[in-house]
């Protein structure tokens, strides 16, 4: 296996660390924009301070970087973003 992401990989396991504990949080999912379309991708939570996303058909289906924000919302009131991070994803054969 690559340490490259390809256009169409279906199964890869995207962890964002939040550097925090977030296993409260009431509401999360991670904000994606690709190709200048900002897309929801439903999201867990794994050990207590990642966000944790399985790739599907269509999430991967343009070549180009990938930026992504965690989306929270916390109880006490507080809700926003998280920092962004991005990764590229690289068309066939390349």
């Given at each position: ?7 169409n ?49 269509d999430?991967?289906?343009v ?32």
């Amino acid at each position: 296996m690559a340490n490259k992401i390809y256009i169409n990989d279906v199964g890869l396991e995207i962890l964002i660390d939040m550097q925090q504990d977030i296993s409260d949080a009431t509401t999360y999912e991670m904000l994606v924009l690709k190709d200048g379309v900002e897309v929801t991708w439903d999201s867990s939570i794994y050990e207590d301070k990642y966000l944790r996303y399985v790739t599907e058909v269509d999430d991967l289906d343009v070549a180009g970087i990938y930026y992504i924000q965690g989306n929270f919302v916390f109880p006490g009131g507080w809700s926003g973003l998280g920092e962004t991070v991005n990764f590229t994803v690289h068309p066939k054969w390349r």
